[in-house]
């Protein structure tokens, strides 16, 4: 049971390159997030998804997109990577509902943009 | 939305001491807590949580306080150990979107030996 997985750990992009971080879950959650963490500040919000095929805009949409094809995976992407992206970046999965499940995150994505 | 602030950023404190993190919120329809433990290069872990309709909290060496009236709560920690020296994290979550958790800045605990 390996919980939240990230790939990969580390990226170096330089500007206006694109990629996608994925996120893996294997506890059968349906709720899906994509955090960023900055330095002096507390993780913030990208998008998140409540199950298979739906997404919706966190606090801090811009610049990014996310898909979620199969219910274990959630995808982050950037298409045009800009320095101000330069961020660690978490995923969490939790069960679903009002109540207070934990939510279980990954080990995060350090990427710097050059 | 909601908007959460954390206090100190950085607090050392001598084994065996108590330690206090402070959180203050402003959407009153918060109404759920979390606290979580960040070790250096490793993922936030959940360590515990109050509701809205609950005043204190404890676990072991660790207790949360919430303060509805004020909006802030709290982070206690007794008996501190070496090993409690990680960044903390407050969070509060309103009752009208239960997917958004909205983070406190953080606090840097140093427990000195």
């Known amino acids: 049971n390996a919980g939240v997985t990230q790939t990969p750990k580390f990226r170096v992009l330089k500007t206006g390159q694109s990629m996608t971080l994925l996120c893996a879950q294997d506890m059968n959650h349906e709720y899906m997030y994509w955090y960023r963490q900055d330095p002096g500040m507390g993780l913030r919000l990208i998008h998140y998804?409540?199950?298979?095929?739906?997404?919706a805009k966190g606090e801090v949409p811009d610049g990014y997109n996310v898909s979620r094809l199969k219910k274990q995976n959630f995808l982050l992407g950037l298409e045009s990577a800009a320095p101000s992206q330069t961020s660690v970046y978490f995923c969490?999965?939790?069960?679903?509902?009002?109540?207070?499940?934990?939510?279980?995150f990954g080990p995060g994505t350090r990427l710097t943009v050059t | 939305g909601e908007n959460v602030e954390q206090h100190p950023s950085t607090l050392s404190v001598q084994e065996g001491d108590s330690a206090v993190i402070k959180c203050t919120y402003s959407?009153?329809?918060?109404?759920?807590f979390p606290w979580y433990k960040q070790e250096l290069g490793k993922r936030p872990q959940l360590i515990i949580d109050?509701?809205?309709?609950?005043g204190e909290k404890k676990d072991q060496r660790i207790a949360v306080t919430l303060n509805k009236t004020a909006k802030h709560f709290s982070l206690h920690i007794t008996e501190t150990q070496p090993e409690d020296s990680a960044v903390y994290f407050c969070a509060a979550r309103t009752l009208y979107n239960f997917n958004k958790f909205y983070f406190g800045s953080g606090t840097k605990l140093n427990v000195k030996p």
């Open positions: 959407d009153s329809a918060s109404n759920y």
């Open positions: 998804s409540v199950g298979e095929g739906t997404t």
């Open positions: 969490a999965s939790r069960r679903p509902g009002a109540e207070d499940y934990e939510q279980y």
């Open positions: 109050i509701r809205s309709n609950v």
